[in-house]
């Protein structure tokens, strides 16, 4: 490990020490801007500290930032459900067998 991979390690892990410290929800995930991660000769997706490691183009170099549940939450899942619109005709429903003779039977 590099001079610089194990001070970026280091701080990292420090970060994440004091994020759990002030916050309930413990991080998953560090940002870094994709030239640091290459640079440190990580790869996206990787595992650093505990952390997944992500590619954030936004963040300057030499800078990463933690993310948790309490600064994203996850997206929920909502299930959509099936709008059943009502019939535009009234429906003919038979109370019985239809008998002889009945002229509504024919016409159904």
Known sequence: MSSA????FEAISKAKA???RHCPFPPHTVRMNPFE????GWEEGDT????????????GTGAFRLVCDGMEPPELEI??????????EPLVVPAGP???GDHQAARA
Do not use: K, Y
């Open 79 to 88: 299930e959509e459900e099936a709008v059943v619109e009502a019939p535009t």
């Open 18 to 20: 004091d994020h759990n």
């Open 48 to 59: 650093i500290a505990g952390l997944v490691l992500e590619s954030d183009p936004r963040l």
């Open 5 to 8: 991979e194990a001070r970026n």
């Open 37 to 40: 991660i290459e640079r440190m």
């Open 98 to 100: 239809p008998r002889e």
